[in-house]
């Protein structure tokens, strides 16, 4: 039976188009006169909550310097406003007319200025503002969000190695806290991992990374949300299955990265390809938990790893677990 259930969800995945993010409430467009409003006479979407623009005219007071990161989307490089001295990191999209799919990049932008803007946390990047210019081929899109010059988790263990158990304890905290924030404020995140955890210079960490975060409203809460976003090596069982999304989900990731942290890799790094990987998911495996680790970190990460999502606890109960809550 297992056999044939694996089967069929790699024939799913096999068959299964990358779709565009599903949003609950609908969202206005970047601007150009500094306000979320029409993005562009080709592609008009309906929408709402203008947005005031902080940056549109300031753009000639930015010094952009090294390239931060890249991904699927756009690439983030860190700035300095000259009028104030302040650093910034900026990601910036370049969406062209031509491509496709173009109506959804522009959704998935909306959503993501949208969330960020709501949320106020001292373990959740802060956003700063955005802009949007308009050229004849393409609209170049920027979202400023502060600057941490510690990097990501990711980096850091690449250049330190696995942590001491006291300090994924330390950071697992915090990342916990801030999962709560966004849980308690109807946003799942979808994409953690180290890569999308940043560091200040001062030891605390922030979640960062919204693109693939979906707001669900209060009549939504139990609803899932069926497009494939995040990294495969982070997913919980069911969304690689094609159930969608929870809440439970990102409890799934956190879990992940306490092994990613305390082991220096990603999780599933043993294994070979990307059907096998399918296969042990959809059979009811974990990933594996270091040795080393304590009795009452072990008993963390396999709560965040049940594989009934039902049974996974929510932020809340796991910030009084007894690994956290003696921190």
Known sequence: ????????????????????????????????????????????????????????????????????????????????????????AIKEICVHYSSTNLAAKLEMLQQEVDILKNLSHPNIVEFRGCSRRTSENFEKIRIYMEYLPGGSLSSMLKQYGAFPEHLVRKFSFQILKGLHYLHSHGVIHRDLKCGNILVSNKATV?????????????????????SVKGSLYWMAPEVVKGEGYTWSADIWS?????????????????????????????EGEQPSIPNHLSQECKDFVSLCFSYEKNKRPAAAQLLKHCWISEY
Not at 207 to 223: L, P, Y
């Open 1 to 88: 039976m297992k056999n044939h259930e694996t089967q069929n969800t790699i024939n799913q995945l096999k068959a299964r188009k990358k779709l565009p993010p599903i949003i609950t409430k609908k969202f206005s467009n970047l601007g150009t006169e500094g306000t979320l409003d029409s993005c562009t006479q080709k592609t008009p979407l309906s929408g709402i909550s203008p947005y005031q623009n902080t940056y549109q005219n300031e753009e000639n007071q930015l010094l952009m310097d090294g390239k931060l990161g890249a991904g699927a989307y756009g690439q983030v490089f860190r700035a300095l406003h000259k009028k104030t001295g302040k650093f910034f």
């Open 206 to 226: 922030k979640i960062g990374d919204f693109g693939a975060s979906k707001a669900v409203d209060s009549e939504a809460f139990q609803e899932m949300c069926n």
């Open 254 to 282: 956190l879990g992940c990265i306490v092994v990613e942290m305390s082991s220096g890799l990603h999780p599933w790094s043993q294994v070979a390809s990307f059907w096998e990987l399918i296969g042990r998911m959809t």
